[in-house]
């Protein structure tokens, strides 16, 4: 079935740090893919996306691109910040348009100062 | 734009009772609405799918005379836990998918979650 790999967390890096979150998945068909940011409590917000191949995502200075030929949709981010600090899930989208996100198992992010 | 609510964020019931948990869709209608669990330090689980107007489509596993959802309008979502006990205290989140992008690269629309606590 489809699936989802991201490293395994937690990740710790001290502020400016550059960010790479690794994320692998196997799907059927052409997904959209997503990373979804949780913080402490909350629910998941949408931080970027792409739909085709080559896509480059972005958002808050987040970055990604879907690369069809490895079946990755690596995270990164140049320079992180203390309000970085969060969960982050890769996420393809199951086939179809009622289809469900697949989630990895998270990656928790520690921002230090 | 695209803001799901979710109530109650928290809460605190006694074992054998049922609690229900609304997710409303603000902004826009939502034909289909999932439901998820979360435990502490591991990713969601999909517990169903709830269309407007039809039954929901529960995963595998998940009990679905134990967990009742009820899809009455294209805003709004119910999951009623019923008779709880303490293993069912959990994270609980649902999803909500905008009508009006209904394709299969459109996001899905996250509420911020209801804290469960059996006791």
């Known amino acids: 079935g489809n699936s989802v790999t991201q490293m395994e967390g937690p990740v710790t890096l001290s502020e400016e740090a550059f960010l790479t979150i690794n994320c692998t998945y196997t799907?059927?068909?052409?997904?959209?893919l997503f990373w979804y940011v949780q913080y402490p409590g909350e629910g998941l917000q949408l931080l970027l996306k792409?739909?085709?191949?080559?896509d480059k995502g972005s958002n808050k200075g987040f970055e990604a691109t879907y690369r069809k030929e490895t079946t990755s949709f690596h995270l990164e981010k140049g320079s992180v910040q203390v309000s970085d600090s969060a969960v982050y899930f890769c996420a393809p989208r199951d086939g179809g348009s009622q289809g469900n996100l697949i989630f990895g198992k998270g990656t928790k992010l520690s921002v230090k100062p | 734009g695209a803001v799901v609510s979710q109530h109650p964020s928290w809460v605190i019931c006694k074992s054998g009772t049922s609690v229900k948990i609304e997710c409303r869709s603000l902004?826009?209608?939502?034909?289909?609405m999932f439901w998820y669990r979360q435990f502490p330090k591991q990713s969601l689980m999909l517990m169903a799918t709830s269309n407007e107007g039809s039954k929901a489509t529960y995963e595998q596993g998940v009990e679905k005379d134990k967990f009742l959802i009820n899809h009455a309008s294209l805003t709004l979502s119910t999951l009623t836990v019923t008779s709880a006990h303490p293993e069912d205290s959990s994270f609980y989140i649902c999803?909500?998918?905008?009508?009006?992008?209904?394709?299969?690269?459109?996001?899905?629309?996250f509420g911020n979650g209801t804290r469960l606590t059996v006791t």
């Open positions: 799907a059927t068909g052409y997904p959209s």
């Open positions: 902004d826009f209608q939502a034909t289909t």
């Open positions: 999803s909500a998918l905008d009508r009006a992008q209904y394709s299969y690269n459109s996001p899905l629309h």
């Open positions: 792409a739909t085709k191949a080559d």
